[in-house]
Every structure is written in structure tokens, then in C-alpha cells.
């Protein structure tokens, strides 16, 4: 399966985006779909994970609560919804197919990803 994220931009604090994984090549609904960032100089580190079906996403506890993130199994599209974004959000934004790992429900992104698509960038000014 091949996975495209895009909708990156420059927004300033407090502001909001919202990103799109659009998946092409596979079978959408067999994957779980997990979000992802990189900042310069740091580890890369999952933030969101969604189930095949949809019924609910997973978190990482720094982002629970601001962003949100959905699928769309019609269109092969996954979101992930940030709002009351801070400097600290800006990074280099990627989705990935798999399945949702999760540690007493909290998302880290530490393994079940097999498919990776090329980043979108969001820097966030203060």
C-alpha cells in the first residue's frame, strides 16, 4: 500500500490544521493507520493511531485532547485534526499503515508499522 500525507503549511500559534493520508495500492480497510512526526534533531514519534474499522483512535497523552484523528474507508483517506497548536508541534508530518499498538491504550508508535509514506511539513510560529 502506498500512503501520501499532505495539507502541511505555515499556521501560528493557537491556530489549526488538519492533515490527510490518502492510501492507494492495498487494501485500505485491512490497516490500522498511524500519524507521526520528526522535528530537527529529534526522534521520530507516533502520536494517533486509528483501527481498521475506525471505531476509535489512540493517542499519545502530549496530544490527547488536541488532536483527533478519523478515516474515511470509502475514500482511503485517514485525518489527523490538530488544534491549539504550539511552536513545539512544528515537524515533519507522516502516516503509516499497520496495526495500532498501543500501551494501556496510549499510542507511541514504537512498532506494527510496515508501510511508511513521504512526509508534509507544519511549522507552527509563536
Not at 492533515?19 to 521520530?44: K, M
Not at 496530544?63 to 497548536?85: A, C, W
Not at 491504550?105 to 507544519?122: A, E, F, H, P, R
Request: glycine letters at 16%.
Amino acid at each position: 500500500v502506498q500512503l501520501q500525507a499532505s495539507g502541511g503549511g505555515l499556521v501560528q500559534a493557537g491556530g489549526s490544521v488538519r492533515l490527510s493520508c490518502v492510501a492507494s495500492g492495498g487494501t485500505f480497510d485491512n490497516y490500522g493507520i498511524g500519524w507521526f512526526r520528526q522535528a530537527p534533531g529529534q526522534e521520530r514519534e507516533g502520536l494517533a493511531c486509528i483501527g481498521r474499522e475506525g471505531r476509535r483512535g489512540y493517542y499519545r497523552d502530549s496530544v490527547e485532547g488536541r488532536f483527533t484523528i478519523s478515516r474515511d474507508n470509502v475514500n482511503n483517506t485517514v485525518y489527523l485534526q490538530m488544534n491549539s497548536l504550539k511552536p513545539e508541534d512544528t515537524a515533519v508530518y507522516y502516516c503509516a499503515a499497520g496495526v495500532c499498538v498501543t500501551h494501556s491504550s496510549v499510542y507511541y508508535g514504537d512498532s506494527g508499522m510496515n508501510y511508511w509514506g513521504k512526509g508534509t511539513q507544519v511549522t507552527v510560529s509563536s
